[in-house]
């Protein structure tokens, strides 16, 4: 049932673009939603999908801006005017207007927050902008619904009807004090149900999670998702409500915080995406291709080191790349489930518990896959010595690779530094290095070449 | 601000469980957050946990059950008798109680249900059980306020009291005809701001996203994150309003799908977890090392068939694990990108163009590493024509290694098979044998070993 972008529907809409045909372009889109019109900006180069936030009245063209890709945003506010762009950001929702503010350049912030129409917005929208992107700050909005602990729940209504015409969807009414210190909350549901002359002061739950203007990104989200919450109150250093954030912006949160995970695993750095161009997706990625190459050459230092075993045992050398697959492969996997557990928070029990556990499993991966060795060593006619040299030097790699994997995410994790920065590349470089120079070490102890 | 459990007070519950001081358990339990109670749970045994369970109350110790990981819940479940699994039951929403039943053994599935006080509510469960859970159907709860469109907004209210008792969070108001046909929606914000003596067919929203019982889970979270919905209604083949899917569960699900997705590029199948049992854990990682292997011993039959190069150019085999690793970390990106796009939709353009994207990246990147191969040769001493060979079939490596990376996922994705299983291991692997291959292949053509 979802809508979707056709090849037919988007000609047709560039057409009636170049024809400059704006009543038509009103006419087709004007009962679209936010998420679809945005589908068809991003579809558009940025000279029509200008023409086309022109056409269209704000409410909806503020949504569908907000919905676009950064840099397809980018584009099309660079074509507007101050003017054009304030009368975007008078419709936003404050948290997605300081964002797209935050997005412009220097310059022009200050033109543009000046031709705010609606003073109370745009000072709202310059408070939040002081506020680091990725904390509890940066994440709010400040529309939300708030009455008095003293009023009856008539006056409430009243209030809030007043309140709400700002305020998209109100998941609770929040209760503050006097001096505006937030003292508790109330759902909708409770107001509709509560009998009219009752006192808020009756019928507020005055036990409310919140958060503080200063709390990181992660740990709203963690909170949000821990306590089933759909919104969050946020107050400052005093206890003042200031704001609160929604779940709609904690779900983008996780999906970006997820994405970047599985890119940093993946040896891409920075948020790409397949669209991005060619300068930025290999910013993103050759840093790492030569972190991979600086590890390839190290390698090729160590095997150089014991040339001395090509005549006697050059079999060694065949199994090298396998060697080094499996250090990588395995330090993965360790490093991809430890960091996960860090991101879940549910790493649990001793150091030396964790420890006795990765070689326990390591140990079982090792013997299986030493096992198979010795197999094919057998039936490719190897020298049974070299088979078994190979099998055991393996399963040291194996175990050595685990516990690299392991402990390193969680290091970094204590100093404070993203793990997930540890998986992919960096793990299966340095355990290549090391899990190759292990390998020729121990086979040279046990062949004595 | 969020509970932490501390050892303290864990070792005071475990006290208190051993004295089986049941007023004192729950003197010091009774205002916790059920997610609280959960992480409790979690650090206790399954007989402490159960003895827990059995102290508090099923409002809370519901909720709490549902938060613990499905291992603990499901040892706490077999302590439970039918009856006391039946009062859990009572006072969970349908969704969570048709998990939990789908969890237990199919013997005791029926006595538990038949135990359910409200018999209401066990029927609707028994409904929720038969859809596959991976749809709508099986995301979805039976609990929703509806109205009909023919009730004036007091008689609306009026109802809305009744039925929000069982509903802990109202979205949405769906408004349905005579037969039970979902017609719209209304928000409570409208509802509470609309005049007393409104018709709900005059203030209603006749325009209602919503998905059937058979929509799949991951379209149901893409349209509800598309449309920045908190809950979506579910209707049946003849269009009639059976149950609603609400954020929290997509949550869930969009964080389940990303971890999957991480941890299969990882090179681990299933869902598993650090704390899991070593078994577990190795059935979720040895398959993958198996599959390595056979590429790994792949390797060594390729590497065997170019051993006349030994003696001439010894430094082609020294060179081997760095094209191996250039090979698999360029298939993982490119897989990556392609996996990330295709999962949010905004894979664009024709296969032709991604083609020349790809190839020109790879040509990038080929360049600037094959730059470095030679400075590196040439620093070290390396015969230069050697060097050059090595830097032109690292680039022709990082081609096809590019392309296999981007093409693979989308023609898996094609055919039905989630593309994810292609990043990680499965490409780390073909990229190898094949790298290795052409790397050998086109050293041989041009250095005429």
Known sequence: MAFQVTTEFLEKIEQLIAQQDQDAIREILHDFHFAD?????????????????????????SEALME???????????????NEIARELN???????ADVVAELDEDIQQKV??????????????????????????LMAKELVKVKETWTTAGCVREMRRQAKNVTRVHSIYVVDKQGKLKGRLSLKDLLTAPERAHIADIYIPKVDYVTVHTEGEDVARIMQKYDLEAIPVVDEKGTLVGRV????????????????????????????????????????????????????????IMKGFDEAINSYVELFFFTPLIAAMAGNVGVQSSA????????????????????????????NGLALGILVILFGWIA????????????????????????????????????????????????????????FLFFYLSKLILGF
Chains 1, 2 share one sequence.
């Open 91 to 97: 419709e936003m929702d404050t948290d997605d207007a």
């Open 337 to 364: 489930i430890i960091v996960q557990g860090l991101a879940n928070d549910n790493v649990k029990g001793s150091l030396l518990s964790r420890l006795l556990k990765e070689i326990g499993l390591a140990l079982i």
């Open 381 to 436: 006619g190897l020298d049974q010595r070299v088979s078994f040299t190979i099998a055991i030097s393996m399963l040291s790699v194996i175990i050595v690779a685990a516990l690299v994997g392991t402990f390193v995410p969680i290091i970094l994790n204590k100093r404070g530094i993203d793990p997930a920065i540890a998986t992919g590349p960096f793990i299966t470089t340095s355990n290549d290095i090391f899990g190759i």
């Open 113 to 138: 927050i000046d031709r705010i129409e609606d003073t109370d917005h745009a000072a709202d929208i310059v408070e939040l902008l002081k506020y680091d992107e990725d904390t509890a700050g940066g």
């Open 246 to 301: 929604t779940i709609d912006d904690i779900v983008d949160f996780i999906r970006d915080e997820a994405e970047k995970d599985y890119q940093m695993a993946a040896g891409i750095s920075g948020d790409v995406e397949a669209s991005d161009s060619l300068l930025k997706l290999t910013r993103a990625r050759l840093p790492w291709l030569v972190l991979g190459l600086f590890g390839g050459l190290g390698s090729v230092y």
């Open 68 to 82: 676009v890709d950064e840099d397809v945003r980018e584009k099309i506010l660079e074509r507007l005017s101050p």
């Open 37 to 61: 019109v945005a589908e068809i900006l991003e579809e558009l180069d940025s000279e029509e999908a200008t023409y086309l936030i022109k056409s269209l009245e704000s409410d909806i063209t």
